[in-house]
């Protein structure tokens, strides 16, 4: 079975300084998808960023990008020129290649972004 | 991506009583599923449903417990049956879309007296 571990539960980063937040995964497949959501207290699952794992160049989407290092299986997410908007819960999850399958979710990691 | 809505947006109920939440999406979709989150917790998959067949459950979940519909391919709908305090979570439906992306509804939280 596939495992998600987010070893941090909490992080906290200066306004504007970067932060990365660290997740790990187990697999034996080679076809899957990784994503981080974002969870605010709005409680709306919110999608950050994905990467599909045949791709070796790392997403990046403005102000958030990944570090995939595949054969660690570690996937992390920097996030620059952190915001206060960026507080939030923030979960690594993990899909298989097949169409319709579900995620599997990390335990979270809660950032909170001090002004 | 995709617009989901989800009614109600929070509960609270009693003890054995049941409750049905309806989630939409502003476009058809083949795969839409039901997660559970309780209190501080992560995501967990309660069942994954197919327009016109059978919700598939996963393991510690059953269909008399967590009855779905789907009826076309734009509505569902998760009935939490005969409730308990050990059932207050946030409840929330996803769509999956091109690219393979899972998109969520914004939640119903439900307290359960």
């Known amino acids: 079975a596939q495992t998600v571990t987010q070893s941090q539960p909490e992080m906290s980063v200066q306004e504007a300084e970067t932060v990365t937040l660290s997740c790990t995964y187990d697999t034996s497949e080679s076809d899957y998808y990784l994503f981080w959501y974002k969870q605010p207290p709005s409680r709306q699952m919110i999608l950050v960023i994905r990467q599909e794992a045949y791709k070796q160049q790392n997403a990046t989407e403005n102000r958030f990008s990944v570090n995939f290092q595949k054969a660690a299986k570690s996937f992390s997410l920097k996030i620059s020129d952190s915001q206060l908007g960026d507080a939030a819960m923030y979960f690594c999850?993990?899909?298989?290649?097949?169409?319709?399958?579900?995620?599997?979710f990390g335990t979270g990691t809660r950032l909170a972004v001090r002004p | 991506s995709a617009v989901i809505s989800q009614k109600p947006s929070r509960d609270i109920c009693q003890r054995g009583t049941s409750l049905t939440i309806q989630c939409q999406v502003d476009s058809q979709v083949t795969m839409m599923f039901w997660y559970r989150q309780q209190p501080g917790q992560s995501l967990t998959l309660i069942a994954t449903?197919?327009?016109?067949?059978?919700?598939?459950?996963e393991s510690g979940f059953v269909i008399d417990k967590f009855p779905i519909s789907r009826p076309n391919l734009t509505f569902s709908t998760l009935t939490v049956s005969n409730m308990s305090p050990e059932d207050s979570s946030i409840y929330l439906c996803?769509?999956?879309?091109?690219?393979?992306?899972?998109?969520f509804g914004p939640g119903t939280r439900l307290t359960v007296l």
């Open positions: 449903a197919n327009q016109g067949s059978e919700a598939t459950y």
């Open positions: 999850a993990y899909r298989r290649g097949s169409s319709g399958d579900k995620l599997t």
């Open positions: 996803s769509v999956e879309k091109w690219p393979d992306t899972q998109y």
